[in-house]
C-alpha cells in the first residue's frame, strides 16, 4: 500500500521529493521577489498617474492604451522574476 506522500508525489508527476532550499537560496529569492515587486509598484505607479491624468482630460482611447501597457509590463516582469528564481534552483540543484 503506497503512502499519502507517495499517491501526491505521483499525482503531480514527481519521482523524487522536491529539493531542500538553504538559508542562502531563500535570501537569494526573497531578494528577487522584492526586487520585481518593487519594479512592478514602480510601474502601476508610474502609469496610474498617466491613466488617470489622461481621464481627467477626456483621453479615453490612450486610458486603454495605457491600461493593456500595465497588464503587459506587469506580466513580463513576473515572468522575468520566475526566470530569475528558475536559475537560482537550476544553479543549486
Do not use: H
Request: with cysteine.
Amino acid at each position: 500500500m503506497k503512502s499519502a506522500y507517495e499517491r501526491a508525489m505521483e499525482r503531480f508527476g514527481q519521482t523524487e521529493p522536491p529539493r531542500k532550499l538553504t538559508d542562502e537560496q531563500r535570501a537569494e529569492l526573497a531578494t528577487i521577489t522584492e526586487k520585481f515587486k518593487a519594479k512592478i509598484a514602480e510601474r502601476e505607479i508610474f502609469l496610474n498617474g498617466l491613466m488617470t491624468k489622461a481621464i481627467q482630460e477626456g483621453r479615453y482611447g490612450e486610458f486603454e492604451e495605457l491600461k493593456v501597457q500595465l497588464v503587459r509590463e506587469k506580466a513580463g516582469l513576473e515572468a522575468d522574476c520566475e526566470a530569475e528564481k528558475e536559475k537560482i534552483w537550476q544553479s543549486k540543484a
